[in-house]
């Protein structure tokens, strides 16, 4: 941990008119967007300026980054976790998760030996969702949590269903009061909420939450959540995730340039130095286009998107595994059936893993020509309640029926998941030489693939946005994908190629 890490007071009062501004560039942002494609050298060359720009907080890692960062990079999660934390002195990170694991069943005994990690390279702070919005089932873990010094912030999923009216989230904000969090964020994971629903559901949601600060996390599917931003503001919501562009905007959070624009034209005062911005957003635009990921871009309205709900990442899927089976062209129907079988499975939150679960069975009904004909592990376990005790109450009782009619239902009633100790988990992957984070990695990622991470060796240097033009030519002329480089600067002109490229000029 950094000892001379400066953190600000814990949720400080302040003035009416100053927005808090919480990064999600790296976590959320690139999720979104990049599919965490960005690899530790790129997020540390930019670490120290981004902690310049004045963020309350910023979204610094989640569960999802394990898998990736292990068995495509093959680099050390830890490393970035210990790198990057020791880069940032003004500005708090968090931890996206907390206990959360995806669509695996982790041993719980590991999922706190990976907290008590995080712990321990000084991220105090989380962001945790229950899918469901099941208060009574996180509430024992933001006590742990707490006892362990992690202050939670707890999710209020936004969805639209039948099911999700005013009342139901008078009632989650009561709920997610109770557990008594740091504080709660509204989440619209998909895109989904309007000016006029912000209008109608944060007033009772922030009158039911009483003095727990409430922030406002939305994406940018449908191109509304710079709006809503906006109307969340004169309710008096003042703290808004935003990310920093090439990596806002699309299917990520509004950009931090954009709503504080936007905010002090109304009047506020956006606490961030847009000065500072402005070399992280050229970094990571350098980055976008040196390797080939998307620069974020506003979308227009899209009203599909309240019939099915699938989220834009899932959709790229869908499209490449119908693609693989020379079924591209069912890809709107496979979106239409994902609205039905949303609305059969009782109307769940599009959210992970409720929404993978969705859109497989969804794609599965297409392909094979008859609806439930064959069922996903997922959908028996969804139908057993093993993904939460409210997915079989709410289900269509006729389709819950036929999923668990079948014998492979059978195999999964009254199972439960191994809660191994952690004696046993360490005689299980690896013994007594094996560190605790290298232990943690082989239970989520797999052994195979963090014995190939270590034999890939530390992660790359990128350059940094100070360093001097003697660094950036070296850097460049190790690329072996690119034959000529040309730069130009205040009257100075240089041209780099291969010899044979340069004698034929």
């Known amino acids: 941990m950094n000892d001379s890490v400066v953190y600000p007071i814990r949720n400080p009062p302040a003035a009416m008119d100053d927005i808090h501004i919480i990064d999600t560039t790296l976590r959320d942002g690139q999720l979104s967007l990049w599919a965490l494609g960005m690899?530790?050298?790129?997020?540390?060359?930019?670490?120290?300026?981004?902690?310049?720009?004045?963020?309350?907080?910023?979204?610094?890692f989640g569960f999802a980054g394990y898998i990736k960062f292990v068995r495509e990079h093959k680099e050390n999660p830890w490393d970035w976790m210990r790198l990057g934390a020791e880069k940032f002195r003004r500005t708090r990170l968090r931890y996206h998760g907390g206990f959360a694991t995806g669509f695996e069943k982790i041993p719980r005994s590991v999922r706190r030996l990976m907290i008590e990690r995080v712990i321990a390279h000084g991220?105090?702070?989380?962001?945790?969702?229950?899918?469901?919005?099941?208060?009574?089932?996180?509430?024992?873990?933001?006590?742990?949590?707490?006892?362990?010094?992690?202050?939670?912030?707890i999710n209020i999923i936004y969805s639209v269903s039948p099911r999700h009216t005013d009342e139901y989230y008078v009632r989650k904000a009561r709920e997610a009061a109770a557990i008594k969090p740091y504080r709660i964020c509204f989440k619209d994971v998909a895109g989904l909420i309007t000016p006029e629903r912000t209008r109608a559901l944060i007033p009772p949601i922030m009158k039911n939450i009483g003095d727990v600060p409430l922030e406002f996390h939305a994406?940018?599917?449908?191109?509304?959540?710079?709006?809503?931003?906006?109307?969340a503001i004169k309710l008096g919501v003042r703290i808004l995730h935003t990310a920093v562009p090439p990596l806002a905007n699309g299917s990520s959070q509004p950009s931090v340039l954009n709503v504080?624009?936007?905010?002090?034209?109304?009047?506020?005062?956006?606490?961030?130095?847009l000065e500072a911005v402005k070399p992280v957003e050229n970094h990571f635009t350098f980055i976008a286009k040196w390797e080939g990921h998307p620069i974020g871009a506003p979308r227009e309205y899209d009203h599909a998107q309240y019939l099915h709900q699938v989220p834009g990442g899932m959709i790229s899927n869908l499209r490449h595994q119908l693609r693989l089976m020379g079924m591209e062209n069912k890809l709107q129907e496979t979106l239409e059936e994902a609205g039905?079988?949303?609305?059969?499975?009782?109307?769940?939150?599009?959210?992970?893993?409720?929404?993978?679960?969705?859109?497989?069975?969804?794609?599965?009904?297409?392909?094979?020509?008859?609806?439930?004909?064959?069922?996903?592990?997922?959908?028996?376990?969804y139908a057993l309640g093993h993904w939460g005790k409210e997915g079989p109450l709410v289900m269509d009782a006729s389709v819950k029926d036929k999923i668990l009619s079948r014998p492979r239902a059978k195999e999964w009633d009254g199972w439960t998941p191994p809660e191994l100790s952690l004696q046993e988990v360490r005689r299980k992957f690896g013994g007594p030489g094996v560190s605790d984070e290298e232990l943690v990695l082989r239970v989520i990622a797999g052994e195979s693939a963090v014995k190939a991470m270590l034999a890939a060796g530390a992660p790359r240097e990128y350059l940094r946005p100070c360093q001097p033009l003697v660094r950036l030519v070296s850097e460049l002329s190790k690329r072996s994908d690119r034959r000529q480089v040309f730069i130009q600067k205040n009257g100075l002109t240089l041209r780099l190629g291969k010899r044979d490229e340069m004698t034929r000029r």
């Open 39 to 60: 690899r530790t050298g790129a997020m540390l060359a930019i670490a120290e300026q981004m902690d310049q720009c004045g963020f309350q907080s910023m979204e610094f």
């Open 123 to 153: 991220i105090t702070l989380t962001r945790s969702s229950d899918p469901w919005n099941d208060y009574e089932a996180v509430g024992t873990e933001v006590a742990y949590l707490r006892k362990l010094g992690m202050d939670v912030v």
């Open 260 to 273: 504080a624009a936007n905010t002090r034209a109304l009047g506020f005062r956006p606490l961030v130095d």
């Open 340 to 381: 039905r079988v949303r609305a059969e499975f009782g109307y769940p939150i599009m959210v992970t893993p409720l929404a993978q679960f969705v859109g497989s069975q969804a794609a599965i009904n297409i392909i094979v020509g008859e609806r439930y004909k064959e069922v996903t592990d997922q959908a028996i376990q």
């Open 219 to 231: 994406h940018c599917n449908n191109g509304l959540a710079p709006v809503n931003y906006l109307e």
